[in-house]
Every structure is written in structure tokens, then in C-alpha cells.
């Protein structure tokens, strides 16, 4: 499956960003989607997860700002960013897998936060 990402931006503290994710194929919903984000000399975090359902995870740090949601009939999966801090500053990515590793990856798309 490909994946291409888009949605980023600059936005000012406390703004909000929607991201989008769409697959490439028609077993979308088999896969489980993932968002992760990279920061600048820092460790790639992952940030939330949805199995077919909906979400199943969330980071602390982006509980209760960010939702990831889907929909399997336009293979597209959604990170909403809400109140963004500047520390949510990174590169974001999406990624699919259907068991343990995360076998497919986006280009990803910078978000960046001002103060």
C-alpha cells in the first residue's frame, strides 16, 4: 500500500491542523494506521493509532488536543490537531501495518507551531 500525507502547515499556538493520510489499494481497513512525528534531533514518537474500528491510542502528550479517525471507504485516515504548542513542531508522518511492524510509510508533511 502507498500512503501519501498532506494537511500540514504554519499555524500560531493554539490553532489547529487536520491532517490526511490516503492509502493506495482496497484492503485499507485490514491495516492498522498509525501517526508519528519527528522533531529536530529527536527520537521518531508515535503519536496515535486506529485499527479498522477507530482510535485505539493516543501519546499523553497530545491526549484530549489530538483524535485520529478514519474512513475506510476513502482509505483515508485523519489526525485532528487541536490547541497545538509549539513543542508540537515535526515532521508528521502516517504509516499502515497489519501485524507487528510498520510496514508502510508516507512522505510526511511539517507541521510547525509559533509562539
Known amino acids: 500500500v502507498q500512503l501519501q500525507a498532506s494537511g500540514g502547515g504554519s499555524v500560531q499556538a493554539g490553532g489547529s491542523l487536520r491532517l490526511s493520510c490516503v492509502a493506495s489499494g482496497r484492503t485499507f481497513s485490514r491495516y492498522i494506521m498509525g501517526w508519528f512525528r519527528q522533531a529536530p534531533g529527536k527520537e521518531r514518537e508515535l503519536v496515535a493509532i486506529?485499527?479498522?474500528?477507530?482510535?485505539?491510542y493516543a501519546a499523553d502528550s497530545v491526549k484530549g488536543r489530538f483524535t485520529i479517525s478514519r474512513d475506510n471507504a476513502k482509505n483515508t485516515v485523519y489526525l485532528q490537531m487541536n490547541s497545538l504548542k509549539p513543542e508540537d513542531t515535526a515532521v508528521y508522518y502516517c504509516a499502515a501495518r497489519r501485524y507487528d511492524t510498520y510496514e508502510h510509510w508516507g512522505q510526511g508533511t511539517q507541521v510547525t507551531v509559533s509562539s
Open positions: 486506529a485499527n479498522s474500528s477507530g482510535s485505539i
